[in-house]
């Protein structure tokens, strides 16, 4: 079965620099990547996701890039503010009808002032 | 996107009593999944709810253990049985239409004692 890995576990940066998580998969089938943020006690909300037929999706801050022939993507977050501070989760699945979600390990991301 | 809401959003059980909990989502959705995670933990699969058939479960759940009911296709119940305190966790529903992207509920705080 699939599986994900997630790098880093924990991230600390400046507000104003930029994040880059990034994720590995192991099934070449997988054609749908989104990427959840989780704060504290709240539920994952989707931030962006990317399908296999793209290389790169942006939305204002956030990126997200996809390699399919080395089976990994990263998620870009620029100019960070406080506010960012969460948990990010990759996943990865075959989104044909059954689009069963396997997630990565998360990354803990920490914006200081 | 559809909205997804559970009860109870957290409760406190006697270990050997079981604990049914509700998903209810504001729209059709094809795909719904049931998740747990443990409190620093990524998401962890339990079972995708089919509509007018049973669950189909991960490696690790079995039907005895978390039952999963989905009468039509805005509604799922799972229910965690005879729990011991290794049933603490947070459980979450997921849902959405086939090919689309999942939206989490609250999710469901439970502590065994």
């Known amino acids: 079965g699939e599986n994900v890995e997630q790098h880093p576990s924990t991230l600390s940066v400046q507000e104003g620099d930029s994040a880059v998580i990034k994720c590995t998969y192991s099934?070449?089938?997988?054609?749908?990547f989104p990427w959840y943020k989780q704060e504290l006690g709240k539920r994952p909300q989707l931030i962006i996701d990317i399908r296999s037929n793209v290389g790169e999706k942006k939305d204002q801050r956030i990126a997200v890039t996809l390699n399919k022939t080395a089976k990994h993507f990263s998620l870009h977050i620029t100019e960070t503010q406080p506010e960012d501070s969460a948990v990010y989760f990759c996943?990865?699945?075959?989104?044909?009808?059954?689009?069963?979600?396997?997630f990565g390990t998360g990354t803990r991301l920490l914006v200081s002032p | 996107s559809a909205v997804i809401s559970q009860k109870p959003s957290r409760d406190i059980c006697q270990r050997g009593t079981s604990l049914t909990i509700q998903c209810q989502v504001d729209?059709?959705?094809?795909?719904m999944f049931w998740y747990r995670q443990q409190p620093g933990q990524s998401l962890t699969l339990i079972a995708t709810?089919?509509?007018?058939?049973?669950?189909?479960?991960e490696s690790g759940f079995v039907i005895d253990k978390f039952p999963i009911s989905r009468p039509n296709l805005t509604f799922s119940t799972l229910t965690v049985s005879n729990m011991s305190p290794e049933d603490s966790s947070i459980y979450l529903c997921s849902g959405g239409p086939a090919g689309e992207t999942q939206y989490f509920g609250p999710g469901t705080r439970l502590l065994v004692l």
């Open positions: 729209s059709q959705v094809t795909m």
């Open positions: 996943a990865a699945s075959m989104n044909t009808g059954f689009q069963k979600l396997v």
């Open positions: 099934d070449s089938a997988s054609n749908y």
């Open positions: 709810a089919n509509q007018g058939s049973e669950a189909t479960y």
